[in-house]
């Protein structure tokens, strides 16, 4: 290969880290920054969900869309097209002068994420066309990507302290731009193919997900017997389910449920799913008990984080290396075991603990997320046909996105949940009025803003601290289990795959690019798709 084409491979690979790590970013950057919104927006608990919320919940219900999107119409075009919303989206967020206009530009970025991330996998492996290159090039890419979830609360909390809360968004613009103009001058164009989309699963998928996450951010408010709240709990289940057994008949269907047939695709699409759980969650309420019940700056926060940011550096290269010599399983298993460790040792500490005290559970979070990452993506992607690249490479982002709505929503549910309970036994033995729980509940916000908590009475304000930590170390201890009980399942499912039986003829002579060969490897999941349409 000549100079000009490995400098070309290289600013494409730099185009499509740049752009995913941007997209990454914005998951957590945005967390640090909640506290401080809560005070210039007038938002409580609920409101700072959905600023987060809604960003992972149209992510979550369009990425497959945006593959089959980019299929039909060009991958490179579709990428285009979804940096210039995500861009244009961090600009209406960063004027945003309201909660809903916030929320607005936030599902507008999610939208562009939705349709740039599917096709940055697909591109990077039209690029790279040498197998061993090309499995280099998606573990960079995979560790930057996780690089992305890790750096988030490091850069937003000296942003939000310094240049406001805004800031987080503005600093999107000038990488996107960026990004554009390196993407019209080095990136293929990969002709597009026939490919129908699935509006019938869009619909089911985006209305079930809507419906699912409302019920579980407002019911610890609402009550879970309100009737909205149980309607639209029901209503999105019903959904969901409708939604799967469609995707089982259709050809060409959004997400490809026979992937789960196979041990080591179920396994690593499981994986993804669990540790955007976990983390997710825990990145989302940790600042508000660090700014809020500790006292914290944003800076200080934000700083708290480097330890998991640098053992996250430290891991993603290791496990490429594992992953080369024995196979995904054991990079896999070994760093949902460290994040299950990490996130529930959390719940050892309470207000009075001491920064060094923790610190070993951040170092074992950020070595985790890094071990996860890259196994993830180079099980599924040597795995399946080039036809399906776009699709595999949707569903992991997906479960993935997917993973931290239902993080946020559920572990948040189990915080409040938790907290308004103890909180109300609290207030009883104070003689506090039961009509004023609600109202006071909301003090770790308000505490950062100056709002009602300032005036609590000592005790009060003590036993709203107390609450607060109790529902933490709850919210915690459930995403461990969960990503404990991940790690067994993942072990089991890695250890028991089988070789699955090609489709047919149509697919003899397709590349599967394998960078190892590991002992619990099996032939790739095969497409049932036409002849022709194959290496789109």
């Known amino acids: 290969m000549d100079g000009s084409s490995t400098r070309r491979q290289r600013l494409a690979l730099l185009t499509l880290c740049v752009t995913m790590f941007m997209s990454m970013l914005d998951n957590v950057i945005v967390n640090n920054a909640l506290p401080r919104i809560g005070q210039d927006l007038d938002a409580g608990i609920s409101g700072l969900q959905w600023v987060a919320e809604g960003y992972s919940l149209v992510y979550a219900a369009l990425v497959l869309t945006g593959g089959a999107l980019g299929d039909r119409h060009g991958r490179t075009r579709v990428f285009r097209l979804g940096l210039a919303l995500f861009t244009l989206g961090s600009v209406v967020a960063a004027l945003a002068g309201t909660i809903g206009v916030l929320v607005g530009a936030r599902m507008l970025q999610g939208v562009g994420a939705a349709l740039l991330t599917p096709g940055s996998l697909a591109l990077l492996r039209h690029v790279f066309t040498d197998e061993g290159e090309r499995a280099k090039a998606i573990a960079t890419w995979s560790g930057v990507s996780a690089l992305g979830l890790s750096v988030g609360p490091v850069v937003g909390g000296p942003m939000v302290e310094h240049l406001g809360w805004a800031s987080v968004f503005w600093i999107n613009v000038p990488i996107g731009v960026a990004g554009l103009l390196l993407a019209a001058r080095v990136l293929p164009d990969i002709p597009p193919r026939p490919r129908r989309i699935d509006l019938a699963g869009l619909a089911l998928s985006a209305a079930g997900l809507a419906l699912l996450v409302y019920a579980l951010i407002e019911g610890p408010s609402r009550g879970w017997t309100d009737p909205r709240v149980l309607g639209c709990g029901a209503g999105g289940v019903v959904l969901l389910l409708v939604f799967l057994l469609v995707e089982l008949r259709l050809a060409e269907p959004m997400l490809e449920l026979r992937l789960f047939r196979d041990g080591v695709l179920g396994g690593a699409l499981l994986s993804g ?26 800076a200080a926060a934000g700083y708290a984080g480097l330890p998991m940011t640098a053992m996250l550096v430290v891991g993603a290269p290791l ?25 529930g040792g ?31 993506s180079i099980s599924v992607m040597t795995r399946v046909s080039p ?66 908590a300032a005036a609590l ?3 009060v304000q003590d036993a709203v601290d107390g609450a607060f930590i109790d529902g933490i170390h709850l919210a915690v201890l459930c995403g461990a289990a969960g990503l404990a009980v991940t790690a067994v399942l993942v072990a089991v499912l890695f250890g028991r795959a089988r070789p699955v039986a090609a489709a047919g003829p ?14 619990d490897s099996a032939e790739p999941v095969r497409s049932a798709e036409p002849a022709e349409a194959r290496g789109a």
């Open 273 to 298: 799913f669990m540790v955007s759980f976990g983390m997710f969650g825990a990145l989302f309420f940790l600042p508000l008990m660090m700014q809020g019940t500790l006292g914290w700056s944003p």
């Open 319 to 343: 496990s490429q290396r594992l992953t080369a010599r024995s196979g995904p399983r054991l990079p896999l298993v070994l760093g949902l075991l460290l994040c299950a460790a990490g996130l």
């Open 346 to 376: 959390l719940a050892l500490y309470g207000d009075h603990a001491r920064y060094p005290e923790y610190l070993w559970t951040l170092f074992a979070m950020g070595l985790g997320m890094g071990l996860t990452f890259t196994p993830v």
């Open 387 to 452: 036809a399906q690249t776009g699709m595999a490479s949707a569903a992991i982002n997906t479960l993935r996105e997917l993973g931290g709505v239902l993080g946020i929503a559920v572990l948040g549910a189990v915080l409040t949940n938790r907290l308004t309970d103890s909180l109300t036994a609290a207030l009883k033995r104070l003689g506090v009025p039961p009509d004023a729980v609600g109202p006071i509940a909301d003090a770790p916000v308000g505490a950062v803003h100056g709002g009602s």
């Open 457 to 459: 009475p000592g005790p």
């Open 506 to 519: 149509a697919d003899a002579g397709q590349p599967h690019p394998q960078p190892a060969e590991p002992a």
